[in-house]
């Protein structure tokens, strides 16, 4: 059974880093093409894309993220990471992680309803 389970959550300063990880388990052993990602949500609002890293090592970032945020994933390929750097209260959310069964396709976007897998979230609270 396919588990994804994100640590590294809480609250910071504006300004100050954070490294998220998500735990997969009886994912990338039994899938040899795949794409894990990370999405974050604030009240109200729907969940959108953050960045993304898939089986061929390509990774995808939304909007202006990359250059704060750096998505990666250790040798054994059981852990998803999220450095985020210079965090923005605007970067207040729940960030789940998520994966699915099949890589990118070239110039394809994070979509929510493209995961099958998905972690319970952990919270980011960034104050100014």
């Known amino acids: 059974q396919v588990q994804l389970v994100e640590s590294g959550g809480g609250s910071v300063q504006s300004g100050e880093s954070l490294r998220l990880s998500c735990a997969v388990s009886?994912?990338?052993?039994?899938?040899?093409?795949?794409?894990m990602a990370w999405f974050r949500q604030t009240p109200g609002k729907q969940r959108e894309g953050v960045a993304g890293i898939d089986s061929d090592g390509v990774t995808k970032y939304v909007g202006s993220l990359e250059g704060r945020f750096t998505v990666s994933e250790d040798a054994a390929k059981t852990t998803l990471y999220l450095q985020m750097n210079s965090l923005k209260p605007e970067d207040t959310a729940i960030y789940y992680c998520?994966?699915?069964?099949?890589?990118?396709?070239?110039?394809?976007?994070?979509?929510?309803?493209?995961?099958?897998?998905w972690g319970k979230g952990t919270q980011v609270t960034v104050s100014s």
């Open positions: 998520a994966a699915r069964r099949y890589p990118l396709f070239p110039e394809e976007g994070l979509w929510e309803n493209t995961f099958t897998y």
């Open positions: 009886e994912f990338t052993n039994t899938y040899s093409r795949y794409l």
